[in-house]
């Protein structure tokens, strides 16, 4: 434990409080709604089909202040010095920091950790910071959102507009150009498709313009919000109770006095690091969401542990950026680890990448009345052939994508290959026996509509 006590000073953000679960209890509440359907053919007689907003956002809230009492506490029995306080740099090895009373103090360190992940950007639209909100925002909303627009393609626009809908909120998206830039293309489209059948409505290609205050919001009803758009070239207006804004995020580097230290970090904000998460200055370290990386909570601690464990514990260990599990939580459910296929052939040439994909469905659903939400589960494996086919890149649709997605991910860091999978025996009848049971390449043009027994 001795490594631990080194004068080391962190500055942090946080996904507790407006990310990653308040996200996923609001995924969650859609769910619910959604196996509620599914519960009528089970033999179930639900007679009453209604949400309360303001309880649902009360117990996420009231969860998420016992975990942050939680954490000051096991903070405090680990003997970490805690300042609720913003800082910049006055050198290298000393920060200033004001807490929220105007109060000034100095602190020096050996080494500082910069982990103080990001805030969400709004555009240069007229209105869009006066009236829209963020998904910052979303979580705590002391109101019924009513009709909303979504404005953005990122997994956070898409699972905020995926659980509003789930509990019967009138959701539109006004996406730009594509969805979930980043991730693989075929898994996106069919997201988007799924969120449409499920009643979420699309407005692609579409740039936000103005947004106007028709009329202000009351205590017992949201603002009226005429939103201008071009949708195919054309002016279009259309009238949204809330508008949320899920467009990206940008860290605040600039405001941490970077000048002071010399610190150089790119326009967006995020900071250059080596394979170490060592900065251009010697004793400074970046992790999370300040690095061009993926933005994930895991991976920032992840990364700290390895950190922390280089710095005082001898260890060598490097982070994995690439093998990195994730979970977009749309109503469709999008699980991957590794490399999207465009990102596959780009590295090692499209003759040297073969795909193995499927449908699947789940048991669970199988007693469903057919539905046009039927036909977009699916599952794919890309693998080099030119490394015995190793597995360079897992892509899942279904239910339970991150708990399937989770597991595989060692596989995955292990090199594991196609073969390995092969040999696996899968546990039935689950979704992620479809990985053990592969046998279809996109190369061959096979049709994968016809779903073995």
Request: proline share 5%; aromatic share 8%.
């Amino acid at each position: 434990k001795q490594w631990y006590q080194r004068r080391v000073r962190v500055r942090q953000g946080s996904c507790l409080n407006v990310g990653c679960i308040p996200k996923k209890l609001m995924h969650t509440a859609s769910i619910y709604g959604e196996l509620a359907e599914d519960a009528l053919q089970y033999g179930w007689d639900l007679t009453k089909n209604s949400h309360d907003w303001g309880k649902m956002v009360g117990n996420i809230q009231n969860h998420i202040k016992s975990q942050n009492w939680k954490i000051r506490v096991d903070l405090r029995e680990k003997n970490v010095t805690y300042y609720n306080e913003y800082a910049t740099f006055v050198d290298k090895h000393t920060v200033k920091s004001v807490n929220k009373r105007g109060a000034e103090r100095t602190v020096t360190a050996d080494k500082f950790v910069l982990a103080m992940g990001g805030r969400p950007n709004y555009p240069d639209v007229p209105g869009a910071e006066q009236f829209a909100i963020t998904s910052d925002d979303i979580f705590s909303l002391n109101y019924h959102p009513g009709k909303t627009l979504c404005v953005g393609a990122s997994y956070i626009s898409l699972e905020c507009a995926g659980f509003l809908n789930g509990i019967g909120v009138d959701t539109t998206v006004l996406v730009r150009s594509i969805l979930l830039r980043g991730f693989d293309s075929d898994c996106s489209e069919k997201i988007g498709g799924y969120m449409e059948q499920c009643g979420v409505k699309f407005i692609r290609p579409g740039v936000p313009k103005k947004i106007e205050c028709v009329k202000e919001a009351t205590a017992d009803s949201p603002p009226e919000l005429r939103v201008f758009f071009t949708h195919n070239g054309e002016e279009k207006s259309d009238i949204f109770n809330t508008v949320l804004f899920a467009i990206g995020r940008k860290p605040l580097t600039e405001k941490i006095n970077p000048e002071a230290v010399g610190l150089k970090y790119d326009p967006n904000g995020k900071i250059p690091v080596n394979e170490e998460e060592l900065t251009n200055v010697d004793n400074i370290y970046a992790i999370g969401d300040v690095l061009n990386a993926p933005e994930l909570t895991p991976l920032a601690i992840q990364s700290g542990r390895l950190l922390a464990k280089r710095l005082y514990a001898g260890s060598k260990i490097l982070t994995d950026y690439v093998n990195v599990p994730t979970t977009v939580f749309t109503p469709l459910e999008y699980g991957s680890v590794g490399l999207s296929e465009d990102a596959a052939i780009a590295k090692y040439g499209d003759e040297n990448i073969e795909v193995y994909h499927t449908k699947h469905t789940p048991t669970e659903q199988v007693v469903r009345e057919a539905s046009p939400l039927e036909g977009y589960n699916y599952a794919k494996l890309v693998c080099n052939k030119a490394e015995n086919e190793r597995i360079v890149g897992l892509h899942y649709l279904g239910p339970n994508a991150g708990e399937i997605t989770g597991g595989f991910g060692l596989g995955l860091i292990m090199g594991a290959t196609k073969s390995d999978f092969d040999r696996l025996v899968g546990i039935h009848p689950t979704s992620s026996e479809v990985f053990t049971t592969m046998n279809i390449t996109k190369r061959s043009g096979k049709s994968i509509d016809v779903e073995d027994c």
